[in-house]
């Protein structure tokens, strides 16, 4: 992963010369007054850890697994936010970690979250790096220092029951090795999100990911069964059978709290056959509010494909849903949806003919499967235009929500209407992205230029699009997450009496605070 920006730094592009040409003359974008810092350039905190408890570190897991070196300390430094890349691209290492720290097993994973109990350090549960809320910046105020436990080396499938379809795997395990080891034995996970190619699987369940096919396969959350957590009080071990109403269920307090809880040391997930077939399409709806209604029906006469996507007219025009199209003419009027589905050959063919009927009745005009093999071509690649486009001198982030179906046009107008008043005149795009009976979510993308301050440009516009959420009656995270960057406008979701409720399962769970303070809760 590359240490300022996303992915594999051979894949990083710059913008052709008509796109920027474009930025400045709609947006106003000029290239930035500096050039971006080298690695060795980036301006990093003297190691505050006391020797002694390194040493006991280093017992612990291995010589070799506690390292203090600059470059390994700043590929821990912070996730992948836009606020995170440009202080990475301005040298600022000052959240960076004071050790990277490797377990291999749960036991260490105890025994390293004890010692930094015992000497107040604070600890990052690392993954794969790809959060964009601020979920990887511990708050270092009244700890001796701060420890990053990356769970790279507990990247094993352990188990698989094929007849219970679960499998036990590990969280270190970034998502393609994971989809390869459990295709070995005919199963799929089927969660593919856009940071696919580089999260964990303990990542996707600390954050409550969804995937891209989530309407046919659902949300991580909906894959979980079983899980082991590891917490400076002990063990958790959660999940014995599908469902069960033996009291609340505790691997709901665990899903979604971002590491400062516990950290997820196993996980028993659903699992389901390779699918034999995979056919993604096209279709082209006169307006967002007419794709909304065919998409609201396909979800709520269980009908809908098992990836399901629908792109405002922006989105479209600008041909964001398709990358080898974006800036040209050939994106095409309307707003374009996607429809993918998997699974055997008939369940493929009756899905989509049951499908297309709802489709073509309310308005849909069938494009094809080309736009669908774009989509699934381009389906990881919006990180890296995002890269090049800060390069070039904007501002570019993305952000989302959730709302019932009634509610969906009002959340979607305050969103955009905030973001433009305190841009200016940004561009705002805007797709459909998850599907539900009740409901959708809502994945907005914002691209202005640049000013002096574009930390302080973008902070104050991401509060003003989190206040127009929480007032129009959306939830402020559909799979992001809360980290730091919606801890406030979490608590004003869940309530003074809901985020006392969370604060006690921490204050039991990690009586010292030192799991991820100030992520999740202030």
Sequence with gaps: MLWSGWGDPARAADLPEPIRKLLGDLLGVRPPRSEAAALDEVRLPPVTLPAPFLAELRDLVGDGHVRLDDETRVRHTRGKSTPDLLRMR?????????AVVLPACHDEVLAVLAACAAHRVAVVPFGGGTSVVGGLVASRRGFAGVVALDLARLDRLVAVDAESMVAELEPGLRAPRAERLLAAHGFTLGHFPQSFEYATLGGFAAARSSGQASAGYGRFDDLVVGMTVATPRGTLDLGRAPRSAAGPDLRQVMLGSEGAFGVITSLRLRVRPVPA?????GWRFASFAEGSAALRTLAQQDAAPTVLRLSDETETMIGLARPGEIGTSSAGAGCLAIAGYEGTSAEVSARRERATAVLSGLGGVPLGTGPGRAWEHGRYSAPYLRDALLAAGATVETLETAGFW???????????????????????????????????????????AQTADPLGQWEAAKRAANEAIIGAGGTISHHHGVGRDHREAHAAEIGELGVEILRGVKDRLDPEGILNPGVLLG
């Design 277 to 281: 077939e995979r056919v993604y399409e």
């Design 406 to 448: 009634s509610n969906l046009p009002r959340l979607y107008d305050a969103v955009r209407l905030a973001l433009g008043a305190s841009l200016g005149s940004p561009l705002v795009m805007c797709h459909i992205s998850h599907v539900y009976g009740t409901g959708a979510s809502l994945y907005f993308t914002v691209v202005t």
């Design 90 to 98: 301005a040298g600022d290492g000052s959240d960076a970690p004071d």
